[in-house]
Structure formats: C-alpha cells, structure tokens
C-alpha cells in the first residue's frame, strides 16, 4: 500500500511546463506515480494509508531557496535554525542552502560541522550549507575547500565581500575547477559599490542618498566572465539585477561557460521607487533598480536566461534598520513571502506557474546536483500544496521568523501554502 495518495489536485510540473488536473502518489518517501487520466478510479488503482483531496489546489515540488542567511553561529537573536526552519516550511521551502556570512564565517571543516549538526536537530526542511571561499571572507587566503566539500560544503562563496584581489580569485576558481566545486559570485563592482545606498539617477539626486550606477554590476560579471574564460571553473552569479548585465551573461553563455545566474525575489517585484520617503526595508544590496531593469530581468527569467529565484533571506534585527537610510543594514527577510510575492508575476501575466517553479525548484535543483524540483517517478517526495488564489494582508508579525524586516509589510498578497512535505513526511499544514 502506498503512503500518501494526493487526489484532485493541480499538479505544476516545472520539466514539461505542464499545468494540469491530476493525482500524485507517494510511497517510502517518494514519488511513484503520477497521474492525469482517469482520476476517477485513482483511489482504487492507487490505495493508499492517506488520501488528501487538494480540492483542485496546486500541488508543485518544494521550493530550494539559495542564499538563505542563518545567523548562527554568532547572531542567532536575529534568525536560528529553528525559526528559519519554521518560516521556510510555511513558506512552502523545502531545502534552504545557507550562506557563510556568519560571525565567525563558515571557513573551516569544524565551523561547518557545527552548522550541519545544530541544522539537523533543529529543522525539518533539508539545509545545505555553503562556505566561504577565502578565510574570513576577506579576500586574501582561499580555504581548504577539497576538506569543506568532505565536510559537506555544497558551494563557496563570500557573499556580498567581492574578491578584489584577482589572482587570488583565479587561484581559487583554478582550485575549485579542479574538485568541481562551485563557485557563487556576487557580481558589483566594489569600489563603484562601497557606501552606496540605491541605484544612481534622479530619484538618488532628489533624495540625497549616495547612489551606485548600474553599470557596477555589469563591470563585475565581466570581470568573473573573464576569469571563467582563464580558469573553466562551475560558476553562479548570486543576482542579477540589471539590464546591462544581460547582454554579458548571454554571451557568455553561448560560449560555453558553465555558468548560470540568480535574481532576488525583491529585485523581481519591486523597483527604486518603492524607497519612497527612506524606507529601509526596501534598503537591499544590490540596491533596488529601474521599472525598466526589473522587467528585463523578468524577461530573461522567462526566457531562461537567469536560471533561478531565490529570496536572499537577511533577517536583520529592529535596531539596525531604524537608523538613517544611509546607516541602515541592507537585506530583508523572504523565505515566507519568497511564494506569495513570486505569484504577483503569475497574477500579472508574466510568468507561468510553471515557469517560476522551474527557477524556484527545477533549475536550482540542478545546479547543485540535487534530484528533487520535479514530479516524476522516483524524485523525493518534497512537495508543496497552495492555494495561488487565496489574498491576505501581510504582517510581519505574524512572520515566523526571528527577524521581521520584510518589505512586503501590510501589502496586498495571494497565495496561502496549505501543507508542505519533505521526503514525504508532513511539515507544515494539515492538523
């Protein structure tokens, strides 16, 4: 007999871009059939110890954030695996890969240990921890990334800290090319992009806040395209945000780079303008762009030229967001509205519920070698059940995570997550 039987439900199936009536069923914690025809006699061809009637709400694989922040070790007053693990299951998150901009940075094989037991006992969406690429993300020394990979390392990165020194990026994509490690990049330009507030142009004029051009960002993907050329190394580009960086990533991947992008579920949503009078929940890095930036960047969402969504989860505690806007930390919270905002590009017309699966699961399930993000035969049962539909008002409040910094506060959402299952067992919803 099998395990779970999902009856009446619309499955979202981000491999063929399908979006149909169906059933899915699920045994030892995996899929082992799905179903689009006769749903009628379902329940007999397929009995199971539970049958849940989605009542013809979505049923799509779990969503795998990359660059969600868990302030421990260090800050855990701002977000702990416990509540980054209970807000991820209601947002409908079922892998958070973490980042290592902890304090102390994630740069050693005991660090990440520590990482990987407190994650274990802690939460119950699945967590892959990424580490740092130089010791102390500062850009001088690369870590022993062949040890971090045996201790579990997915990825390397330092974060928002751009690598200035060239040779020793070169060295360390070198190292990492030669253990298949992969490299994320964050693609700004660091001294155009120090002390920086917003995105240049009028609305950083009228507002007196020190603005960053947007070409900082084209001039850092060049740098690193530059440096794949040199080194064959398996790269990410964190987010890209802008118009001009478009052009580059497009020809770089027609060379036959392997390399694939990201963009922030913020940066996909909202533009310059919603600063408004100063407000620093919508202080971001990089900063929020043009009207006409994002919808480039939706576009090329679309079209698969940027592979994957993320929410960039930064929980940042209340006393370093209400300072000065130019004094304020930059980041937001998203691994609860990382779906509800996504759905605003569905509600437009934009995207595709399948399409955004396909960046939200499918693609970063790929890029890290992972076998969930799909429906099919075989796949881990890490599922999700929503409502696209169903409208709310946020409060972030009612956030679970530690931190409440999001700057979707009081806005008018759709889409309410019902349940959320990894490997089969129930996490979130239900009774």
């Known amino acids: ?49 539970d049958v849940i009637d989605c009542g013809g709400m979505c049923l799509a694989p779990g969503i795998v954030d990359i660059g969600v922040k ?14 980054a693990g209970r807000a991820a299951a209601a947002g409908g998150v079922t892998t958070i890969v973490t980042r290592p901009d902890t304090l102390p940075s994630i740069d050693t094989p005991e660090t990440l240990e520590f990482v990987a037991r407190r994650a274990a006992t802690d939460t119950a969406v699945r967590v892959l921890p990424m580490a740092a690429l130089t010791k102390g993300r500062e850009g001088r020394e690369m870590t022993e990334i062949g040890f971090l990979m045996d201790a579990g390392a997915v990825a390397f990165t330092d974060c928002d800290h751009v690598v200035a020194d060239t040779k020793v990026y070169s060295r360390a994509l070198t190292y990492a090319r030669s253990l298949g490690a992969l490299v994320i990049g964050h693609v700004q330009e660091p001294i155009l992009s120090k ?15 020190p603005g960053v051009s947007a070409m900082a960002e084209r001039m850092g993907l060049d740098r690193d395209i530059s ?17 001009r960086a478009l052009p580059a990533l497009e020809r770089a991947k027609r060379n036959g780079l392997d390399i694939t992008a990201g963009v922030g579920i913020h940066h996909l949503t909202l533009n310059e303008f919603d600063v408004a009078d100063y407000r620093t929940f919508f202080k971001l ?20 030229l940027i592979d994957i969504i993320c929410s960039m989860h930064t ?13 304020a930390a930059s980041g937001a919270v998203g691994l609860e509205t990382l779906l509800p905002a996504a759905l605003r590009l569905y509600h437009s017309g934009m995207l595709t519920l399948p399409e955004l699966f396909r960046a939200m699961s499918l693609n970063p399930s790929r890029r890290l070698g992972l076998a969930t993000g799909r429906l099919l035969d075989g796949a881990p049962a890490d599922l999700i059940l929503f409502d696209p539909d169903a409208p709310f008002i946020m409060d972030r409040f009612k956030l679970q995570s530690k931190s409440k910094n999001t700057p979707f506060d009081g806005a008018r959402l759709e889409g309410k997550v019902h349940g959320t299952w990894v490997a089969g067992t129930r996490i979130f919803g239900g009774a």
């Open 227 to 243: 440096l794949l050329e040199m080194t064959g190394a398996k790269y990410h580009a964190d987010q890209i945000t802008t118009a």
């Open 195 to 209: 002390g920086a507030s917003v995105t240049s142009g009028k609305f950083a004029s009228l507002r007196g806040l």
């Open 315 to 327: 929980p940042q505690d209340e006393e370093s967001k209400r300072l000065p806007f130019e004094e």
């Open 70 to 83: 868990v302030s421990e070790p260090g800050e855990r007053h701002k977000e702990s695996f416990r509540s």
């Open 1 to 49: 007999m099998n395990d779970i039987l999902f009856t009446n439900a619309r499955l979202i199936d981000p491999v063929t871009l399908q979006d149909v009536k169906g059933a899915l069923v699920v045994k030892d914690g995996v899929i082992v059939a799905t179903v689009t025809e006769a749903l009628d006699t379902v329940a007999a061809n397929y009995p199971a110890r």
């Open 285 to 304: 890095k990089p900063p929020l762009r043009s009207e006409d930036d994002r919808i480039a960047v939706i576009e090329a969402v679309k079209s698969g």
